[in-house]
């Protein structure tokens, strides 16, 4: 019975496999769920791929319109994502953990400075490092799923996107000089760079009207150092004498004829054959990067012609001392003669620049030695007393002033941009008194001062000395914010800082608080009251009579290097937003 059930079942099998009619459809119904299940798979996973470059393509877009608002991050990633489409946009703060859920998207958004010039990239970025030019948001969600969520775990699409955003501002400090003494900018400059420069007023206001664009001037400059290619940082790598500076100023195209010719006259002059780095003369920033011929894009580059010249030549000049003698061209001074000691400008802290938030420019710190003879004297004052000399020994100090960006912004568009500048202005010492000649041009260290001789007085038979010292101060302990907005950066605009209180002339200020003994023979007369009572006011009137013309000569000295007592001048003269860029 076994047997023949046996071969029954031999027999059906043998026919089975013998007919193969309607083998597909039975092995279509086997595979039929794992074909569907492996469809369902791939569906999502399609599917999350597209959701993932959609996210990514959200957050590039979100980073960039951080990074142009800067001041509001924030709100730029959640308008930005939420306009797209994104689902339940919530921003997680620093220190929070929040976890993706279905309809919720987490962003993190994060502040911070980006610098390119990082070798390694995974360090460009810096959080939380002001001033803030990047921003880095990361997303994380759960994408939707259709088919497969109880076949494979449900990820976490997470994307991340860094912008940056440069604004940048062309500045300078200390470009004004609003009166002009040829004679005296003629030795000044005689003095700095040798030889014998001999310009008229009208050549000199029109150097101080004229400006250079800066790009210009560094390509003629380029030609004369026979640099024929590579970027202006290459070119502000390498060092030019005053002369090869004034030339190549000279040959940027749209200068005015006067300026040229003055330029012309001054390079044909100079003999100083000192090679000033041009790095510490103009600072490009990332502007350098460009090469030569090219033009920053919305970006004005544009700087004083003499304000370039006198940094030069201050530059050249290094800490050495120019003496002149003015004789007695200042109208009550029978003698004048100047010593004028400048500073070497700190490094990294050139006279222009061109860069972004948190870039410094300051002048050179400078003394300015004043020796003079009065005229007048010889007078009689009363009492047997006569006035044989009046002399005034003054003494200027300045140190250097500042002026550093401290934001940028466009509010509403490039026409509502506003530049922002602390300004400080030099500290201003000056003294009435005698000092080492030594340390006049060691800048390392303060000038020490004692009482000088300011009068000679014949009493009688005897000649008397008259000393004495006097010393006066102005500074300003914190800096001033300034702000230029577009109409101010069009018209170069020049704005100043000055020290509070002051409201008084320098060498009057001095006078007044002067402080006079006699001397018979080397030792003081301490008790001739009556003789000081008579010597004192014909000694303050007579140095009184020339306080304004001396004013006038230091005025002009220090306008002409570039600094001003008691201020900070100041122009923007040009500056861009710039635009938001993805960054590695």
């Known amino acids: 019975m076994l047997r023949r059930a046996g071969k029954g079942i031999d027999r059906l099998a043998r026919s089975m496999m013998g007919d193969r009619k309607a083998n597909f459809a ?31 393509a959200m957050v590039d877009l979100a980073a960039i319109t951080a ?39 987490v962003v993190t958004v994060t502040q ?48 991340q996107a860094t912008a940056s955003m440069t604004p940048l501002a062309t500045f300078s400090v200390g470009s004004r000089l609003l009166s002009v003494n040829g004679g005296i900018l003629n030795a000044l400059l005689s003095g700095l760079l040798g030889g014998n420069i001999s310009l008229s007023v009208m050549d000199y206001n029109g150097l101080i009207s004229a400006d250079v664009s800066v790009l210009s001037f560094i390509s003629a400059l380029a030609t004369q150092l026979n640099i024929t290619a590579g970027t202006y940082s290459d070119v502000l790598a390498s060092k030019a004498t005053v002369g090869q500076i004034a030339t190549a100023m000279a040959n940027v195209p749209g200068l005015g004829n006067t300026a040229k010719v003055a330029l012309q006259t001054i390079a044909s002059k100079s003999t100083s054959t000192v090679k ?98 009065v005229g007048g004297a010889g007078g009689n004052v009363g009492g047997g007393i006569t006035l044989v000399s009046v002399n005034l020994p003054l003494h200027v100090e300045v140190a250097y002033a500042e002026a550093k960006l401290t934001d940028i912004s466009c509010p509403t568009g490039p026409d509502s941009i506003k530049v922002t500048l602390s300004a400080r202005p030099g500290v201003v010492e000056a ?118 013309p001396v004013d006038e000569l230091v005025y002009n000295l220090l306008g002409a290097l570039g600094v001003r007592v008691g201020q900070a001048d100041v122009r923007v003269t040009g500056a861009t937003c710039g635009r938001a860029v993805l960054v590695q």
Not at 81 to 104: E, F, H, R
Not at 464 to 470: E, F, I, N, P, R
Request: proline residues 5%; glycine residues 8%.
């Open 112 to 159: 911070g400075r980006y610098a390119s010039s990082t070798a390694n990239v995974s360090q460009r970025f810096q959080a939380g490092v002001t001033p803030y030019n990047a921003v880095r948001v990361t997303l994380a969600k759960i994408p939707n799923r259709y088919f497969a969520s109880s076949l494979i775990p449900t990820p976490v699409i997470g994307t």
């Open 431 to 548: 003294h009435l008194a005698d000092s080492s000649s030594s340390g006049f041009a060691d800048f390392t260290k303060p000038e020490s001062f004692s009482d000088t001789e300011v009068a000679k007085v014949s009493l009688l038979i005897n000649l008397l000395s008259v000393t004495g010292s006097a010393a006066f101060e102005m500074a300003n302990n914190a800096p001033t914010a300034l702000t230029f907005n577009k109409a101010d950066i069009d018209a170069k605009t020049i704005k100043t800082v000055s020290t509070q209180n002051l409201t008084q002339s320098l060498t009057t200020s001095l006078i007044t608080d002067l402080s006079l003994t006699t001397n018979l023979l080397g030792l003081p007369l301490l008790n001739l009251n009556t003789l000081l009572s008579t010597v004192r006011p014909a000694v303050v009137a007579l140095l009184n009579g020339v306080a304004a």
């Open 276 to 373: 000033i780095p041009l790095s510490s003369l103009v600072d490009l920033g990332s502007v350098g990067s460009l090469g030569l011929g090219q033009q920053p894009s919305g970006l004005g580059v544009d700087a004083s012609a003499m304000g370039m010249l006198t940094a030069a030549a201050v530059l050249a000049n290094g800490t050495n001392q120019a003496a002149i003698d003015l004789g007695a061209t200042i109208p009550g001074l029978l003698s004048t003669k100047l010593s004028i000691a400048i500073g070497e400008p700190m490094q990294s802290s050139p006279w222009l620049a061109i860069d972004g938030i948190g870039t410094v420019v300051r002048t050179a710190q400078t003394r300015i030695k004043v020796a003079a003879t």
């Open 26 to 56: 039975v092995m279509t119904a086997l595979s039929a769920p794992v074909a569907l299940a492996l469809a369902a798979v791939a569906i999502d996973e399609a599917s999350i791929y597209t959701e993932r470059r959609e996210a990514q």
């Open 67 to 105: 990074a142009s608002n800067i001041n509001n991050v924030n709100t730029a990633v959640v308008t930005t994502l939420t306009d797209n489409g994104m689902p339940g946009v919530v921003v997680q703060a620093s220190g929070q953990t929040i976890a993706p859920a279905t309809g919720k998207t």
